[in-house]
């Protein structure tokens, strides 16, 4: 999978990907993430790739024509399955769009600044728009980063233990089992005995009522939805 980013701070994008399970996928060539700055392709003096907004108001916006020639750029070289916005108005990440997502071959994502992007941008080149949560950052660079983990770590062979995401909270509608590691008694507090009997069966069982009893405690909607 190939993710092109647009930001006009690629440094804050560096770290994110560069560590871990992002490295890895990236590594093993199965995730390929490209940074593009639109002020190395505005034709605006100065590198200019904002301004005030029509009408009035406080904040800048961000140009039509840098992010046009950037996106139009991009899609000569091959075909993108969706030009994703970072937006707090966009629609709710969650597990099961990052698993709708994992599944394409090509995205741009574009991260907002200021006052957010000119919305001719928005009617033309954007295909969906995400948000992260109901709180406002002050770019799209660290929501675009939480999407391309969650997306990332869903591309089959980038987890070592192919199972392990099939066990993640929300893979299945529900939240996860509590885990232990040893020591099996720490300060007293021992581990549930069930995960020491050595039956699988039992054990998943467990885990399954646990998951459930967790999701019903702080998730009930959870149980409600399809
Ligand atoms: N940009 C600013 N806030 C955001 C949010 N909550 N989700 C996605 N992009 C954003």
């Given at each position: 999978m190939r993710i092109d980013i647009i930001t006009v701070l690629p440094e804050l994008l560096?770290?994110?990907?560069?560590?871990?399970i992002m490295k890895r996928a990236q590594t093993k060539g199965l995730l390929n993430v490209h940074l593009h700055n639109p002020r190395d392709y505005t034709?605006?003096?100065?590198?200019?790739?904002d301004d005030y907004q029509f009408g009035g108001g406080a904040g800048m916006v961000m140009m039509a024509e840098p992010l046009a020639i950037l996106i139009e750029k991009l899609q000569g070289e091959r075909k993108y399955d969706e030009v994703i916005f970072m937006t707090p108005d966009g629609s709710l990440f969650d597990q099961k769009a990052a698993n709708t997502l994992s599944m394409r071959e090509n995205i741009i994502i574009i991260c907002g600044h200021?006052?957010?992007?000119?919305e001719r941008i928005r009617q033309h080149f954007v295909t969906m728009e995400i948000s992260i949560g109901d709180y406002v950052l002050s770019g799209g660079e660290l929501a675009a980063a939480v999407v391309v983990d969650a997306v990332g770590r869903l591309i089959?062979?980038?987890?070592?233990?192919?199972?392990s995401a099939l066990f993640d909270?929300?893979?299945?509608?529900l939240l996860a089992p509590p885990v232990y590691t040893r020591p099996a008694d720490f300060r007293g507090w021992p581990v549930p005995e069930i995960l020491l009997c050595g039956d699988p069966k039992k054990i998943d069982n467990w885990r399954h009522e646990e998951s459930l009893k967790r999701t019903a405690e702080r998730r009930p909607g959870l149980l409600k939805e399809d």
């Open positions: 560096e770290s994110p990907f560069n560590h871990s034709p605006y003096k100065q590198g200019q790739v200021y006052k957010g992007i000119d089959p062979g980038v987890l070592n233990d192919e199972t909270s929300f893979q299945d509608g």
